[in-house]
């Protein structure tokens, strides 16, 4: 008889993704449905990348070069200067959206048993990079009552063995929107040197920083240069999900080099996203300050909304645009379904992502969904009565 193998076997399905099978049949129905569970922006993509796809006037759609096409890779140095990230086009790989510069960082630097300490909850993607490269995953815990600032150092020590390799973070976060202080990002660097770590450090919400402090970038943190291995993605800044472009950028000469075996492996990252993503670097700024100014007020509408309801509580996110919400409800993953298959109101439902599916931890996040305030304002507001009507209906409410 024919096996999958231990490793698919192994690998949890998506709490973004894995309901939507249910989704399609409440819409079969004649239900709408507001999807809360997905971080797909409906503002505009820049419209000089639209353009500049409409006037590809080539002949052939070749493959680019494995670690992406020049020009891009030297405008881009000009945007991370931006944000006061020192790099050189050498520094910088761009892969097919940040999931493959995860994979591939995972690739390149862990051996099977390696173990990564990871703040939960996190991307649910990154257990499942983990486990394809035969990594272990080792929580540790931030709480929703807390707003998920990072523990102690000393919870970070007690998990550290000889089989620690890396240490990951995403910041600004995702699921939770929580920024990282410049005092927490200096004990992680100091982690990272006394025990000779990398660090791999998601950075693809950083232009979704909605309070005074600075964003910090691992790339700022002095002492630990060979060690950092950076993640990112065109996919939320320009809303270009779909065109696939991420970058993973170090100046580990090592690292890159052994990426660049995946690279070419891969043959190549997409052309046309490629295209695309380089004329976005000149988008205007109008156009980056309308995406922010609404994400600020999607913000206020949303943690205030759900706020106001019974029994619900969300912290205030200070970036991305996500957050983790704890529900009056005896399990997430239940409730996310009994939305989609046995609810509605007045002929609309919501859409969420079960919260144990951005834990590891067994029995953490079973009252916690994520939500992505991705939606206009008329929408989030609509979802809001419907999410509070669910509540009350509810079977498994818990008081």
């Avoid at 809360?36 to 820049?46: K, S």
């Avoid at 200067?81 to 097919?96: L, Q, S």
Wanted: glycine content about 6%; some cysteine; overall charge negative.
């Amino acid at each position: 008889m024919l096996e999958i193998s231990q490793r698919g076997r192994m690998m949890a399905s998506s709490p973004i993704r894995k309901l939507a099978p249910y989704a399609e049949k409440a819409k079969e129905r004649g239900i709408k449905v507001y999807h809360l569970n997905i971080g797909q922006p409906d503002l505009p993509t820049p419209e000089i990348a639209l353009d500049a796809i409409r006037s590809i006037d080539r002949k052939v759609l070749e493959y680019s070069p494995s670690q992406g096409i020049s020009s891009y890779r030297k405008k881009l140095v000009d945007y991370y200067d931006t944000y006061g990230i020192e790099v050189t086009p050498d520094d910088i790989i761009i892969t097919t959206g940040g999931s493959e510069a995860v994979l591939f960082a995972f690739m390149s630097c862990l051996n099977p048993g390696d173990e990564i300490i990871i703040p939960e909850p996190s991307y649910a993607n990154y257990m499942t990079f983990a486990t394809c490269c035969g990594a272990v995953i080792r929580s540790v815990a931030t709480t929703i009552e807390e707003g998920f600032c990072l523990p102690k150092v000393e919870q970070f020590e007690k998990l550290i063995t000889p089989r620690t390799k890396a240490i990951l973070i995403c910041n600004p976060n995702n699921p939770t929107g929580y920024l990282y202080t410049r005092k927490e990002l200096e004990q992680i660097r100091d982690l990272v040197a006394r025990h000779d770590l990398y660090l791999f450090s998601d950075e693809v919400y950083r232009e979704f920083v909605y309070s005074g402090v600075p964003y910090i970038s691992a790339f700022h943190l002095k002492g630990i240069e060979q060690n950092v291995v950076l993640i990112d993605s065109v996919s939320k800044r320009y809303s270009e999900c779909g065109i696939r472009v991420g970058a993973l950028l170090t100046k580990n000469v090592a690292v890159r080099e052994t990426v660049m075996k995946l690279c070419q492996a891969r043959l190549s990252p997409p052309l046309i996203g490629q295209i695309a993503a380089e004329a976005s670097l000149d988008a205007p700024r109008d156009y980056s300050m309308d995406v922010y100014e609404e994400y600020v007020e999607r913000r206020k509408c949303l943690i205030d909304g759900l706020n106001k309801i019974p029994g619900v509580y969300s912290p205030i996110p200070m970036g991305a645009f996500y957050t983790m919400v704890k529900l009056p409800i005896d399990d997430c993953e239940r409730f996310c379904r009994w939305c989609l298959e046995e609810f509605d109101y007045e002929g609309e439902t919501v859409m969420m992502a079960p919260g144990t599916g951005f834990y590891t931890t067994p029995g953490l996040g079973y009252n916690e969904v994520r939500m992505a305030y991705v939606l206009k304002i008329e929408d989030l507001k609509r979802a809001l009565v419907v999410l509070s009507k669910a509540l009350e209906a509810y079977p498994g409410r818990q008081e």
